[in-house]
């Protein structure tokens, strides 16, 4: 890395941080996030780990080949399947509690406002409850250990039916957004 100032013999060139130094000072600062969806933050580690755990084939293993797609079609597919290996309250404690502290070593996140999508997972067979007080666990233990807050929003697609929108917005909007 050169420093600009290398070179100037007259000190009258200002000063630059280096290049790293100033991706380190934005890393440093602290962050509020107000749109991350859970189910898009998954390790790819982790995702093998629960593929082996609930014994789901993976299109691949290689935790640096999870995410690779070039389309839109393939990106859904990928991500329908990193979600179905999320299964009990543990798996969804464990990847809020990870995207949390991910959010924390990498760019000092105080506060999140983190979306799930209540469908993708009870139109798999996993109870509401199951979801919720799996990812409430998480962001807990999160605040415990690296103080970091996170509120929960639910996410609904709108191609899910406008009956089960209605009930779920009404009965787990307010419980889910307190963690
Ligand atoms: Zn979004």
Redesign the pocket.
Known sequence: MTNPSDGATDGAKPEYPAKADYEQYLRRLPKVEL?C?VEGTLRPATVVELAAKHKIALPTTEVDEIYRYSTIYEFLEIYAAVNSTVIDREDFARIAYETLQDGVELGNLKYREM?FNPTLHTARGIPMATVIDGLIDGAKAAETDFGVSCAFIA?VYRRTRRRWRGRWSRRYSRTAGRS
């Open positions: 749109h969806h979306f996410d």
